[in-house]
Nanobody, 117 residues
């Protein structure tokens, strides 16, 4: 069964940085366009950004200029480097296939990011 395991979430102060990781198993990772999503309290899940199989990344407006998505196909892992964090970035962060390009995989448990002001 496909498994996505996110890690790296923490409580950080505004202006700080975090690096999230997502290990994917039982998929052909190198052939899967991946993405990061987040869900803030009381809100729906939203796309943060995605990375193609070739390594080209794209970002939502809220993430552009502060977040960087990368991938390591040899490790079946996708990363989300988050800098200049703001309280409004507080959310549970998930990785999954890029829904704009393919169907979604079963969701993992996510990782909590809390940014204090």
């Amino acid at each position: 069964q496909v498994q996505l395991v996110e890690s790296g979430g923490a409580l950080v102060q505004a202006g700080g940085s975090l690096r999230l990781s997502c290990l994917a198993s039982r998929i052909i990772f190198s052939s899967t366009h991946m993405a990061w999503y987040r869900q803030a309290p009381g809100k729906g899940r939203e796309l943060v950004g995605g990375i193609s199989t070739g390594g080209t990344a794209s970002y939502a407006v809220a993430a552009k200029g502060r977040f960087t998505i990368s991938r390591d196909n040899a490790k079946s892992t996708v990363y989300l480097q988050m800098n200049s964090l703001k309280p409004e970035d507080t959310a549970v962060y998930y990785c999954n296939a890029d829904q704009r390009l393919s169907g979604l995989l079963p969701w993992g448990q996510g990782t909590q990011v809390t940014v204090s002001s």
